[in-house]
Nanobody
């Protein structure tokens, strides 16, 4: 059972990057999927979430810039991030939730800097 994030790296301010979260070992389509991030010295915060039926929600700080999606056929969730800012620098984690069952990925570093 695992979640593996990918797609992180260094990007310039104003740039775009898509993160992927590949799931294996569990019934992906039955889980709500979320993306969290944790910046240095700060608490982990919820960035975006998507339910099993595709309803989405976003933190105010990323509304209009980030888009969460999922492909149940590929057991993968995505986070498309546009107009990136230095404040978006963080380790990004994906998370799968079904009632009290919670699974976490290991995280992927995203650095927004010129």
């Amino acid at each position: 059972v695992q979640l593996v994030e990918s797609g992180g790296g260094l990007v310039q301010p104003g740039g775009s990057l898509r993160l992927s979260c590949a799931a294996s070992g569990f019934a992906f389509s039955m889980y709500a999927m979320n993306w969290y991030r944790q910046a240095p010295g700060k608490e982990r915060e919820l960035v975006a979430g998507i339910t099993t039926v595709g309803t989405t929600n976003y933190a105010d700080s990323v509304k209009g810039r980030f888009t969460i999606s999922r492909d149940n056929a590929k057991n993968t969730a995505y986070l498309q991030r546009n107009t990136l800012k230095p404040d978006d620098t963080a380790v990004y984690y994906c998370n799968a939730v079904l009632l009290r069952l919670v699974k976490w990925g290991q995280g992927t570093q995203v650095t927004v800097s010129s």
